[in-house]
């Protein structure tokens, strides 16, 4: 896999990426806790379209760093550092949870590289009932390392799936996915969880200037409604959408989330090339 090393606070970190896919780039960043293999099936939707660059943010997958406290800037930085050595000048960017709050800063201290954005579960700032629930994350990452349990990959269902999951699972198909996400945990998570813990950009929305799809999960209940509003009010070309699913819509209902996803980047492509004057 392709990787790229720079500087960032405490150290420096080596990215890894994948490159899928031929077209306009477009560049898709994870949440906390997962990594680029998340992106798997809205790369194989728009691959034939699309040149698509998944990378690792420090803590998950592939990538290396100096192991201690990340900024959202630094995650900011591997993500502008993954599309410069992919050779894209400017690209869509999808994020999703904490991806989206990177996503958001990227666009807003680097929007001539943004051509547009789409944001699932972002927020604006985190507020003190936020703030209380990552704290109680760690609490759980910091017991599990300790003792080899499995609280954070219990507790995740609980507060990132909708009533739909619980409707269509039974208790061994829900224990089949405890087991098997409690496996996908990247080994900083927790290190992502503090990250979490920092967001706050006020300060750079004002100064994005490309089209943005904010997409709330109408259960979510790890980011209030009144957080997806501060995203549509404080970006200037910004419009709301939802996904009737929780937090995890890229687990809860990957079919619905591709789907939302692709039309709007077609939306937009369409729109990329309406602007290109006829020869």
């Given amino acids: ?21 031929t077209g306009p780039g477009l560049v898709l960043v994870h949440g906390t806790a997962a990594s680029r293999e998340q992106w798997g099936p809205l790369t194989e939707a728009v691959a034939d379209r699309f040149t698509v660059v998944a990378p690792d943010l420090s803590g998950s997958g592939g990538t290396i760093d100096h192991g201690g406290p990340v900024t959202l800037a630094d995650l900011a930085d591997e993500v502008l550092a993954a599309a410069d050595h992919a050779g894209l000048g400017s690209f869509h960017l999808v994020g999703h949870s904490l991806g989206a709050a990177v996503a958001t800063h990227v666009a807003g201290t680097r929007p001539e ?4 954005l ?28 300790e003792h080899g349990t499995a609280l954070f990959a219990r507790a995740v269902p609980l507060l ?15 224990e089949e996915f405890v087991r098997m996400f409690a496996g996908m ?19 750079v929305l004002g100064d994005i200037t490309a089209p943005t799809l ?17 995203l549509v009010a404080g970006i200037a070309r910004a419009r709301y959408a939802e996904i009737d699913a929780g937090h995890g819509a890229p687990g809860e209902d990957p079919a619905g989330f591709v789907a939302k996803l692709t039309a709007y980047l077609d939306e937009r492509l369409a729109a990329d090339r309406e602007q290109v004057p006829a020869p």
């Fill in 118 to 145: 789409a944001l699932h579960a972002g927020w604006v700032r985190t507020d003190v009932r936020m703030a209380a629930e990552f704290r109680s994350w760690l609490e759980m990452l910091r017991v599990d390392a």
């Fill in 214 to 230: 904010v997409l709330a999960s109408s259960h979510d209940r790890v980011i209030g409604p009144e957080q997806q509003e501060a």
């Fill in 185 to 203: 945990i990247g080994a900083g998570a927790a290190r992502q969880t503090e990250a979490d813990l920092t967001v706050d950009l006020r300060a």
């Fill in 1 to 21: 896999m392709p990787r790229t090393t720079l500087p960032i606070s405490g150290g420096t970190a080596t990215v890894e990426y994948d490159v899928t896919g």
């Fill in 113 to 116: 590289r943004v051509r547009s």
């Fill in 160 to 174: 990132a799936f909708g009533p739909r999951y619980w409707e269509r699972v039974d208790t061994p198909a829900h």
